[in-house]
């Protein structure tokens, strides 16, 4: 079964870190990319973050670029959202998409 799993939301305060993990499994990243997308409460999807299937190449949304970082491992079965200097306009629910499949997202709340 081809399935991936978010990890690694919590309560953060505003200009903390986090770092996100999605894990795939039925499946590894080797051949295709790879996206975080958020939602705000109340909110439509917004893009976050993609890297290409090689690794080699990754982009950001305007709102996120300079403090998130999107990585993968060399098994290409995890990826990474790195997120510093968080601000309370991040709070959303994260999910990783690949070939069509979403995990289940998780939870990021950025407040004081």
């Known amino acids: 079964e081809v399935q991936l799993v978010e990890s690694g939301g919590g309560l953060v305060q505003p200009g903390g870190s986090l770092r996100l993990s999605c894990a795939a499994s039925?499946?590894?990243?080797?051949?295709?990319?790879m996206i975080w997308v958020r939602q705000a409460p109340g909110k439509g999807l917004e893009w976050v973050s993609a890297i290409n299937s090689g690794g080699g190449t990754t982009y950001y949304a305007d709102s996120v670029k300079g403090r998130f970082t999107i990585s993968g491992d060399n098994d290409k079965t995890t990826v990474y959202l790195q997120m510093n200097s968080l601000k309370p306009e991040d709070t959303a629910v994260y999910y990783c998409?690949?070939?069509?499949?979403w995990g289940q997202g998780t939870l990021v709340t950025v407040s004081s």
């Open positions: 039925g499946f590894t990243f080797s051949s295709y990319d």
């Open positions: 998409v690949c070939i069509g499949v």
